[in-house]
């Protein structure tokens, strides 16, 4: 088991909190915040974009936001 802390973008309105995972993948989060947020999201780890097969490790800093394009 791992802990993260994530931070939400204020267009969440959530407060920052502590989440524990078996596995500690990106995919794994996805799929455990999806239930949560009902606009698509990106994830952010420690400043950098993650990656799904990304592999998160204990203490790290994560941060949710919107799912952003451009054009």
């Known amino acids: 088991m791992i802990k993260v802390k994530v931070n939400y973008a204020l267009f969440y309105d ?11 993948s ?12 009902k606009n698509p999201f990106s994830i952010a780890v420690n400043g950098q974009i993650a990656t799904d097969n990304q592999l998160l490790k204990d203490g790290d800093e994560v941060f949710v936001f919107p799912y952003l394009s451009g054009g």
Do not use: H
Request: glycine fraction near 4%.
């Open 14 to 24: 959530l407060p920052k909190e502590e989440i524990e995972l078996a596995a500690g």
């Open 26 to 37: 990106i995919e794994e989060l996805k799929e455990l915040l999806a239930s949560r947020l």
